[in-house]
C-alpha cells in the first residue's frame, strides 16, 4: 500500500522526533504526525503502453506546543522536511513501492501553516505528493 510505504519512509526522517507517523491519526499530545490521504486526481501521464505517471496526494500534519517562542520552531520543522524532500529526491532514497510501481520524487507542494489551536499546542500541516510510475 502506497500510504503505509509514505509513513515507513517517513519514520527515517531525522527531523521527526521520536520517529512515529500514524496513517490518517494525529492525537491531541504534542510531537506526534501523522500522513493523511487527501483527494487528487491520480494519474498525471498515460503512456501509449499503457504504463502511467501517478501520483499519491497526502497531508503531512503534526501536533506541536504553540506559541510566540516556539511557533518560528515548528515553522523550520517543516522547511527542514521540505528540504529532507528535496534531498531525498535528488538521491533516489525514495519510499520502496510494490507491484511494479517505483517512486520518482516526493515533495511538498505549499508552505507549512497552522490548521487549529488549543490552549498551548497546534495543528501544523503541509500538504505533499509522492510521483510513481506504475507498469
Known amino acids: 500500500?502506497?500510504?503505509?510505504?509514505?509513513?515507513?519512509?517517513?519514520?527515517?526522517?531525522?527531523?521527526?522526533?521520536?520517529?512515529?507517523?500514524?496513517?490518517?491519526?494525529?492525537?491531541?499530545?504534542?510531537?506526534?504526525?501523522?500522513?493523511?490521504t487527501s483527494p487528487a486526481s491520480v494519474i498525471l501521464k498515460t503512456y501509449t503502453d499503457g504504463s502511467c505517471l501517478k501520483q499519491f496526494s497526502f497531508v503531512f500534519a503534526s501536533r506541536q506546543y504553540f506559541g510566540d517562542e516556539i511557533n518560528t520552531e515548528n515553522h523550520k520543522f517543516y522547511e527542514d522536511l521540505s528540504n529532507w524532500f528535496k534531498k531525498c529526491t535528488d538521491e533516489k532514497n525514495l519510499p520502496h513501492l510494490d507491484g511494479g510501481k517505483t517512486s520518482q520524487s516526493i515533495e511538498t507542494l505549499n508552505g507549512s501553516y497552522v490548521y487549529e489551536t488549543a490552549t498551548n499546542t497546534a495543528r501544523y500541516q503541509v500538504q505533499c505528493r509522492l510521483v510513481y510510475f506504475e507498469k
Open 1 to 36: 500500500m502506497i500510504a503505509e510505504s509514505v509513513v515507513n519512509f517517513l519514520q527515517k526522517c531525522p527531523h521527526i522526533k521520536g520517529g512515529v507517523v500514524s496513517l490518517d491519526f494525529l492525537t491531541s499530545k504534542p510531537e506526534n504526525y501523522a500522513v493523511e
